[in-house]
């Protein structure tokens, strides 16, 4: 009897599972942690139905590969069953380096380390207890693979990881504009000349698609309350090292966390994998919990407002702050705190967000003519995603604690 197991999925309905290898990797305890991470981090703190995990999300791009592929055989794309597996494992965990919190705390709990270097990383840990056999989905991550099309479906401006997220996160968001036509886009999509391209059809659903994007990074993804609570969690974590620097030895727990935090691990972070796949979500929320009754006024305001829900006024602006509008802000906490300069940058800063709805000069995506012919999308004729759109846009932000005087 054929192995098959299947998954119920909130968004898709049922996912299928029918590799022994690709149910062994699910299984495995790394894989499993990603129930324990919050696909969109503090997000749920402005929209409450936001709560889904990096397995689900993990889940579900995997299903569109599956579906993807099936496409793109019965197309005459050529794709052996070692590649079949290979780039369902790939997507299956392209996401399994991220840590705590995902992209909000990236570079902060662990400095200097992205999510994608982890995630190979622990790829190749598991490889070699699966005896090899994940060399192929390493190569197609890795994107050195001879066959492009299949790490474009992984990582790409119309990759599969992409269509679901934008799918899932307005699901659990309720946010409508960023539900895209991803059953369309994967009926079009074609391999030509060794590359992912789409057929001419489906141009108005790629451009439904990259809009849906470039609406949910402003009115989801980058919402200013949402970048404000997420920019506190990170002064969290450089308040607690600083006053770890300064002697102060209560900040330090008796946890997995404070290993990576406080730099108490030698040698290279290969080598404690064990230990990173350990931490999650809860790791930072019973941190916070127990840093909201320390000693210093600052992490612990800090912790109780994330705790409470009383978050940092962020004011987004498409100019750059103006320095006497900053100035007048944090000589006002400053005075009120009765704190000098440097701890007011903990209540009171400035940075910038940024987003593009799309690159030409990065992962292009070229639409297939009948005639044979091959345009970028931005170049078809009429195109809604002209060059000029395409251009990133750029919004500046000062984001500060509300005193009395600054309300």
């Not at 790791?283 to 320390?294: C, G």
């Not at 078809?380 to 990133?392: R, T």
């Amino acid at each position: 009897m054929a192995f098959r197991k299947i998954i119920n999925d909130p968004v898709y309905g049922f996912i299928t599972v029918d590799d022994p290898l690709i149910y062994r990797i699910i299984s495995h305890p790394w894989y499993q942690r990603l129930r324990r991470i919050k696909q969109m981090a503090l997000s749920h703190l402005v929209y409450p139905g936001a709560v889904h995990s990096r397995l689900h999300h993990s889940l579900g791009a995997f299903h569109l590969m599956t579906l993807a592929l099936a496409e793109l055989k019965a197309k005459g794309a050529d794709v052996s069953p070692e590649e079949e597996q290979g780039a369902r494992i790939a997507i299956l965990l392209h996401d399994i380096g991220h840590g705590p919190f995902s992209h909000a705390l990236e570079k902060v709990v662990i400095e200097e380390m992205d999510h994608e270097t982890l995630s190979q990383l622990i790829m190749e840990k598991m490889n070699e207890e699966c005896e090899g056999k994940l060399d192929t989905a390493i190569a197609i991550f890795r994107n050195r693979h001879p066959k492009k099309f299949l790490h474009q479906l992984v990582s790409g401006q119309l990759d599969v990881d992409r269509m679901d997220y934008l799918t899932r996160d307005s699901f659990f968001t309720g946010v409508s504009e960023g539900t895209i036509g991803y059953d369309r886009i994967l009926k079009m999509l074609i391999v030509h000349q060794g590359e992912l391209m789409v057929e001419e059809k489906a141009v108005y659903s790629i451009e439904e698609f990259l809009v849906s994007r470039r609406l949910m990074y402003w009115q989801v993804y980058l919402h200013k309350t949402v970048l404000s609570s997420e920019m506190m969690l990170v002064k969290i974590f450089e308040r607690a090292r600083h006053i770890h620097h300064q002697g102060d030895t209560k900040v330090v727990l008796d946890d997995v966390l404070s290993l990576f935090l406080f730099s108490s691990l030698q040698g290279p972070l290969k080598e404690h994998l064990e230990l990173f796949c350990q931490l999650d979500d809860t790791d930072v929320i019973a941190a916070i919990k127990k840093w909201s009754r320390h000693p210093d006024r600052i992490l612990s305001f800090l912790c109780r407002s994330i705790l409470d829900r009383k978050l940092f006024k962020l004011k987004l602006q498409t100019d750059p702050i103006p320095e006497e509008e900053f100035g007048k802000i944090h000589a006002m906490v400053r005075r009120e705190w009765n704190i000098d300069a440097a701890d007011a940058g903990y209540l009171v800063f400035t940075g910038e967000a940024e987003n593009s709805l799309y690159n030409p000069f990065d992962e292009r995506i070229n639409i297939l003519f009948r005639d044979g012919s091959i345009r970028d999308i931005s170049q078809v004729d009429n195109a809604l995603i002209h060059q000029k759109l395409s251009e990133p846009v750029k919004k500046f932000y000062i984001c500060f604690h509300r005193t009395e005087s600054t309300r």
